[in-house]
């Protein structure tokens, strides 16, 4: 018995059918920590795109210091920083919380570069014409420029977005209960690692070509052109 259920060990197909609610829950985990994960990566994302594209050096330079710092180091280090670092500093959270914030902090990092590319991707032209028609520079950019830019980026998102999923198993270390972390302990509990391993990389596959599928309906639906100015 594992977390109130009794699994049936008499053939490998009862086998799989008894521990498919516990891994289902494991799961759910995965998919909470992976869109967790993905928020927190665009919003930082596009703030780290906004400080670099900052003229000012005081202001850019540590941005860019701070992107180059997520992409170099390795995210179960950061994942330690946050879990056991920053309760010295009377900050404590969750371990399901903690592991999603780290991987959406690493994740911003590229983020930051897909954002760059896609807003760099829209003709200066637009944004002139958008001026010459005296529309401020924040209205410019919120109703010219980013909707250009957006489905630009969407598939390069969608391929982070996936590999975020890919990479919710790394938060097993602070004993998240994610779908992996399930497997392995009923692994360790029945001595049958191939069924339990077998049907998780069965689920990630399907998660991971639903969201596929996914980023790629959205990617056709928008529009690619620029928008027409009225």
Same mark, same amino acid.
Do not use: C
């Given at each position: 018995?594992?977390?109130?259920?009794?699994?049936?060990?008499?053939?490998?197909?009862?086998?799989?059918?008894?521990?498919?609610?516990?891994l289902?829950?494991?799961?759910?985990?995965?998919?909470?920590?992976?869109?967790?994960?993905?928020?927190?990566?665009?919003?930082?994302?596009?703030?780290?795109?906004?400080?670099?594209?900052?003229?000012?050096?005081?202001?850019?330079? !540590?941005?860019?210091?701070?992107?180059?710092?997520?992409?170099?180091? !390795?995210?179960?280090?950061?994942?330690?920083?946050?879990?056991?670092?920053?309760?010295?500093?009377?900050?404590?959270? !969750?371990?399901?919380?903690?592991?999603?914030?780290?991987l959406?902090?690493?994740?911003?990092?590229?983020?930051?570069?897909?954002?760059?590319?896609?807003?760099?991707?829209?003709?200066?032209?637009?944004?002139?014409?958008?001026?010459?028609?005296?529309?401020?520079?924040?209205?410019?950019?919120?109703?010219?420029?980013? !909707?250009?830019?957006?489905?630009?980026?969407?598939?390069?998102?969608?391929?982070?977005?996936?590999?975020?999923?890919?990479?919710?198993?790394?938060?097993?270390v602070?004993?998240?209960?994610?779908?992996?972390?399930?497997?392995?302990?009923?692994?360790?509990?029945?001595?049958?690692?191939?069924?339990?391993?077998?049907?998780?990389?069965?689920?990630?596959?399907?998660?991971?070509?639903?969201?596929?599928?996914?980023?790629?309906?959205?990617?056709?639906?928008?529009?690619?052109?620029?928008?027409?100015?009225?």
């Amino acid at each position: 018995m594992l977390f109130g259920i009794e699994w049936d060990t008499s053939s490998n197909w009862a086998f799989a059918v008894s521990i498919l609610p516990i891994l289902l829950k494991g799961l759910w985990v995965t998919i909470q920590a992976t869109v967790l994960g993905f928020l927190v990566a665009a919003v930082l994302g596009l703030i780290l795109a906004g400080l670099k594209s900052v003229r000012l050096r005081l202001i850019s330079w !540590p941005a860019y210091v701070l992107t180059e710092f997520l992409r170099d180091t !390795p995210l179960l280090v950061q994942l330690f920083f946050l879990y056991y670092v920053l309760p010295d500093y009377g900050i404590v959270l !969750p371990a399901f919380l903690t592991g999603a914030l780290a991987l959406g902090v690493q994740y911003s990092a590229y983020l930051s570069e897909v954002y760059r590319a896609g807003l760099e991707s829209v003709t200066h032209g637009q944004t002139e014409a958008a001026r010459s028609l005296d529309l401020s520079p924040l209205r410019t950019f919120g109703v010219i420029v980013l !909707p250009q830019a957006i489905p630009r980026i969407i598939p390069a998102m969608g391929n982070y977005l996936v590999s975020i999923m890919k990479d919710v198993p790394v938060l097993s270390v602070v004993s998240v209960l994610e779908m992996l972390n399930v497997a392995k302990i009923i692994g360790d509990r029945t001595f049958n690692y191939i069924i339990p391993l077998s049907m998780v990389g069965g689920l990630y596959l399907v998660m991971t070509l639903l969201a596929s599928a996914g980023v790629r309906a959205l990617d056709t639906r928008l529009p690619k052109q620029g928008i027409p100015l009225r």
